[in-house]
Nanobody, 118 residues
Framework: QVPPVESGGGLVHPGGSLRLSCTAP????????ITWFRQATGKQREWVSW???????MYAESVQGRFTISKDPAEDTVFLQMNGLKSVDTAMYFC????????????WGQGTQVTVSL
């Protein structure tokens, strides 16, 4: 297994922005989707956004219009630009390769913490 590595989290005021990165070696060559999830303390992990090998993307309704997913295939890296952050966005954010058995078989990374607070 080669779990993905998430980075870019931090503490930000409401209305602020952060850009998360997800480096997942092999996802381009193996035609994986990349999916972002988040998990707030005491709550279940929830889906946030995904991007397909051809660049199609989808967003959870709660982040639509505020978050933008993109990728740099050459670096096997996916970004999640988060604007207009709200306190409800506070969570640990995880990315994961999804799709084929190979994609799914590389597990979860450690996540990156996003805290939105005054």
């Amino acid at each position: 297994q080669v779990p993905p590595v998430e980075s870019g989290g931090g503490l930000v005021h409401p209305g602020g922005s952060l850009r998360l990165s997800c480096t997942a070696p092999g996802f381009t060559a193996n035609h994986c989707d990349i999916t972002w999830f988040r998990q707030a303390t005491g709550k279940q992990r929830e889906w946030v956004s995904w991007i397909t090998p051809v660049g199609a993307s989808m967003y959870a309704e709660s982040v639509q219009g505020r978050f933008t997913i993109s990728k740099d295939p050459a670096e096997d890296t996916v970004f999640l630009q988060m604007n207009g952050l709200k306190s409800v966005d506070t969570a640990m954010y995880f990315c994961r390769r999804t799709g084929s058995n190979w994609c799914e078989g590389n597990g979860w990374g450690q996540g990156t913490q996003v805290t939105v607070s005054l």
